[in-house]
């Protein structure tokens, strides 16, 4: 866990340090996000699930210049719509449409290539995900009800139920298609809940909060009754911490320094850095971070992906290393 994380110079804009912490970097102009830049260095141009982005469009943090990453939402319920055309002919033609991209995505014509290798890719998408959609659906098309979302997955393990958002059934996914061998590098989903407790702060964080915890030890039970748990290490973050003083409305506004978890079966447990003490805040009445973001992303690129920060992070050598991995 990482108490008092952040940078300094904190942006209480969402917008603004949400883009920091995506790109890697406290640079509004960077584009590409961080792990979209380890995909750049080590990737293959024809592997489009080694960025997967499971929030229904691409994760910036997945954001690359070269090489393809994926975005769906569940792997049970991804399709191709073709306007006007269903049924087998809509197979042939996605079929025909992924074979043409095979043999064009080389083409010395750059928009030729460019249309081939979209075509080539979602192929590839479509080719990976069939087993989950024909083993996991009716033969309407829609996913199988179930009060577990694991069970869609053949999953041993319960995951949580919400009247809202799929997180469980997301994760759920992802535990089936890690065990399935899809080729995964990076992997990023956002949670269904909101923690912008501006106001009511005790009627909606408590249950947020149990929410994505079951929903995280659900899935971190589910890979290891797979037998995938040392493949896997998550990253849990938000863009920044919570004012310290409550509001007149029963909230805490946009603070600074806050928390961050890793989880997986090889992470070094324990604390790194702490929450600093209420009687040292700063001039805003904010924590001061203890421990800077980009000395976590520089430990994990070079501990776990086995790759060197300084390709990847800006100004890598400035940060701190933290052993992260055992």
């Not at 499971?54 to 994760?59: A, C, F, T």
């Not at 750059?110 to 069939?130: D, H, K, M, N």
């Not at 053949?154 to 890690?178: C, F, Q």
Request: with cysteine; glycine share 12%; hydrophobic share 40%.
């Amino acid at each position: 866990m990482f108490p008092g994380i952040g940078y300094s110079s904190p942006d209480m804009s969402h917008f603004t340090s949400r883009h920091y912490w995506e790109v890697g970097a406290t640079d509004t102009s960077l584009l590409t996000g961080w792990m979209g830049r380890y995909l750049d260095v080590v990737g293959d141009a024809t592997n489009p699930f080694q960025g997967l982005s499971m929030d229904g469009q691409i994760n910036p943090t997945l954001a690359t210049a070269r090489n393809p990453t994926a975005a769906i939402d569940q792997p049970n319920d991804f399709a191709v719509y073709l306007n006007g055309v269903w049924g087998d002919a809509a197979e042939w033609a996605l079929d025909a449409a992924a074979a043409l991209g095979d043999a064009q995505r080389r083409s010395r014509d750059p928009a030729i290539a460019q249309v081939a290798g979209a075509a080539s890719e979602v192929g590839i998408v479509r080719r990976t995900l069939q087993p989950f959609r024909t083993t996991n659906q009716n033969p309407g098309g829609q996913s199988a009800p179930s009060a577990n979302p694991g069970a869609a997955y053949g999953s041993s393990v319960t995951y949580p139920t919400a009247s809202t958002g799929d997180l469980s059934a997301r994760l759920a996914g992802l535990a089936a298609m890690i065990a399935a061998g899809v080729p995964l590098r990076c992997v990023a989903l956002t949670t269904d809940t909101q923690f912008d407790t501006h106001s009511g702060q005790e009627a909606t964080f408590d249950s947020g909060v149990k929410l994505v915890a079951d929903s995280l030890a659900a899935f971190q039970a589910d890979l290891e009754a797979r037998g995938v748990d040392g493949r896997v290490l998550v990253h849990v973050w938000s863009e920044f911490g919570r004012r310290a003083q409550e509001n007149g409305s029963d909230g805490t506004d946009h603070g600074a320094a806050g928390a961050s978890l890793l989880i997986g079966s090889r992470v070094n447990g324990g604390m790194v850095g702490e929450f600093a003490p209420l009687n040292q805040l700063d001039a805003n009445g904010n924590q001061q971070e203890n421990v800077d973001f980009r000395s976590v992303y520089c430990s994990l690129l070079e501990q776990w992906f086995g790759q060197d920060a300084a390709a990847v992070i800006p100004g890598a050598g400035s940060f701190p290393r933290y052993q992260l991995v055992a």
